[in-house]
T-cell receptor, first 115, second 115 residues
Framework: KAGVTQTPRYLIKTRGQQVTLSCSPI?????VSWYQQTPGQGLQFLFE???????NKGNFPGRFSGRQFSNSRSEMNVSTLELGDSALYLC??????????????FGPGTRLTVL | QKEVEQDPGPLSVPEGAIVSLNCTYS??????FMWYRQYSRKGPELLMY????GNKEDGRFTAQVDKSSKYISLFIRDSQPSDSATYLC???????????????FGQGTILTVHP
């Protein structure tokens, strides 16, 4: 079974631009969570989507948004980029069936650099 | 105070040693406890998944959860140079609402196993 894929793997943008990142979950997985990873803050939760609905959102400004499509693929968007948005953005998919809710599988991430 | 505390190390051990990695947490609502391994410039890889208290063994890896002490551990037996990576503990509160899909991570422990 193919794993979680993320595109693109690397991005370089300038301040003020916007960016869209894509995530394809493992086949059959319906939940997609997004995380931001930085050396200083570690892994921080951005939001979670299940069946095209955002069920949960972390403490990030409104410039961070996302969506999920009917095939469970997900995108996240960051508008008006700031230098501090430079990070590794990870998505993780899960089924989630009863008893396995915490079992999330991560993609390789998209490394975003904001200049 | 962070919800999940993990000693960042770094931890350096000789090949063949037993490695002990630990996390403490403050949120008694956490029910699912995971350990991830992350190699440099890669996404986290799920190693161990435990629900509630107890032990779980998988090959050279043993995960322990003590909910009464709010303490979890990962033991690696016969450590190998290929085990050199960052190890992240993660937890999930499955109460729904603001918990959906949200893993809370420790800062990660950098482990080096030298030949």
């Amino acid at each position: 079974k193919a794993g979680v894929t993320q595109t693109p793997r690397y991005l370089i943008k300038t301040r003020g631009q916007q960016v869209t990142l894509s995530c394809s979950p493992i086949s059959g997985h319906r939940s997609v969570s997004w995380y931001q990873q930085t050396p200083g803050q570690g892994l921080q939760f951005l939001f979670e989507y299940f069946s095209e609905t955002q069920r949960n959102k972390g403490n990030f400004p409104g410039r961070f948004s996302g969506r999920q499509f009917s095939n469970s693929r997900s995108e996240m968007n960051v508008s008006t980029l700031e230098l501090g948005d430079s990070a590794l953005y990870l998505c993780a998919s899960s089924l989630p069936t009863s008893g396995r809710e915490g079992e999330q599988f991560f993609g390789p991430g998209t490394r975003l650099t904001v200049l | 105070q962070k919800e999940v505390e993990q000693d960042p190390g770094p931890l350096s051990v000789p090949e063949g040693a037993i490695v002990s990695l630990n996390c403490t947490y403050s949120n008694s609502a956490f029910q699912y406890f995971m350990w991830y391994r992350q190699y440099s410039r890669k996404g986290p890889e799920l190693l161990m998944y435990t629900y509630s208290s107890g032990n779980k063994e998988d090959g050279r890896f043993t995960a322990q959860v003590d909910k009464s002490s709010k303490y979890i551990s990962l033991f690696i037996r016969d450590s190998q140079p290929s085990d050199s990576a960052t190890y992240l503990c993660a937890m999930l509160n499955n109460a729904g609402g603001t918990s959906y899909g949200k893993l809370t991570f420790g800062q990660g422990t950098i482990l080096t196993v030298h030949p």
